[in-house]
């Protein structure tokens, strides 16, 4: 079972426990020691940027997959570390990611060595309603799978547990196969290690149903969950070249699809893959194309939360997007009332 690390962060005393939990994490991923150390240091740098800038914060750590896959492979893992604020923001984005510009009493590395430092970085900040900054760090540089220009397609997530507890009972996972990327979001039936079992075996079952459309996929993980609690399962499969997508799922997993900046929730089916999948699941169809962007997320969220239209940004990382979705959908004095995962699927950037 994957494990995740949520580090509240309101005292020094915690900046350590997120540099801990990177190295932990790093070992999970089997990074080497130089690659260890750098994930250390930006976890303990973007602690120490919560508790100076922002009052406190939250660092979330996880093992996840990169955020681009090439056909046929998951890609090596990578130690993603966000850090989640409800504070100020910050005024000038760019100064702060510039050299030179160092947190007051921090080990003085900045933003901007994080940055250098990771495989990806990313950051979204907005005055009066926090910042978050995010960071992966895989193998070295030149050891990592190329990235491949036809996928033409990107994923990421995040994932809280419920009261820090140290395993979730969501998951997400994405698969690439052929010209086709397929999205997964999994709530597990309750909490804790037996709800982590269910997501999990979902996300292994996932693996070798990558060729399958979502409705056929579902039937799969429903067999390969019959042994545990069940779980809620939506999954999304994009064809980029065809600028078509695809969505089934069944349970309470919320799908909201944005195109040309309008929301539109997508609908799936009552039961409980695992335990009781209803007789016929059909797939859901839609155009896609580079301003198309999708969340998935657990019930974790309010039941009545909606993304707002600063949400459809597909040139963000999604995996910011994540953070910040969960940031926006609760607050310091009203947190997450649930396991909570988003994951989101986004165009990849035309840098040309």
């Known amino acids: 079972m994957p494990r995740v690390w949520e580090v509240p962060v309101h005292d020094s005393t915690r900046v350590r426990d ?52 090439v056909d046929g492979r998951d890609g090596a893992p990578m130690v993603q570390i ?46 009066g309603t926090g910042t978050v900054a995010l960071a992966r760090i895989g193998a070295p540089r030149g050891r990592t799978g190329p990235s491949d ?19 979730s009972g969501d998951a997400w996972a994405w698969v690439r196969g052929a010209d086709r990327a397929t999205l997964m979001l999994a709530d597990g039936l309750g909490h804790g290690p037996e709800a982590a079992r269910a997501s999990s075996a979902a996300v292994e079952a996932l693996r070798g149903a990558a060729s399958l459309r979502p409705s056929e996929a579902l039937k799969r ?15 999304v499969q994009v064809d980029p070249g065809a600028g078509r997508l695809w ?70 990382d999604p995996a910011v997007t994540a953070a910040v979705t969960v940031r926006d959908a609760s607050s310091r004095a009203r947190p997450v009332r649930d396991d909570t995962a988003v994951a989101v699927l986004a165009p990849t950037p035309d840098r040309r």
């Open 221 to 235: 993980l429903d067999a390969a969950l019959s042994g545990t609690r069940g779980a809620a399962v939506a999954l």
């Open 149 to 167: 220009p036809v996928a033409g397609v990107r994923a990421g997530g995040v994932n809280v547990p419920l009261g820090g507890a140290e395993y």
């Open 82 to 127: 966000a850090a989640v604020d409800h504070g100020p923001g910050i005024p000038d984005v760019a100064a702060a990611l510039g050299d030179g510009f160092s947190t007051a009493g921090s080990l003085g590395a900045g933003l901007g060595t994080c940055a250098r430092l990771a495989d990806d970085f990313d950051l979204h900040s907005a005055p």
């Open 247 to 316: 969505f089934a799922g069944i349970g309470n997993i919320g799908a909201r699809l944005c195109a040309g900046g309008v929301w539109r929730p997508l609908l799936s089916q009552p039961g409980i893959v695992g335990a009781h999948r209803p007789t016929t699941v059909r797939d859901e169809e839609h155009a896609w194309a580079g301003d198309r962007m999708l969340i998935l997320h657990s019930d974790g969220l309010p039941s009545r939360w909606t993304p707002s239209p600063g949400t459809c940004a597909p040139e963000a």
């Open 18 to 69: 997120a540099r801990v939990a990177a190295e932990h994490a790093a070992a999970r991923a089997r990074l080497d020691e130089a690659r260890t150390a750098a994930a250390a240091l930006v976890a303990t740098e973007l602690a120490t940027n919560l508790l100076k800038h922002a009052g406190g914060g939250q660092v979330l750590i996880d093992v996840v997959a990169p955020p681009v896959l």
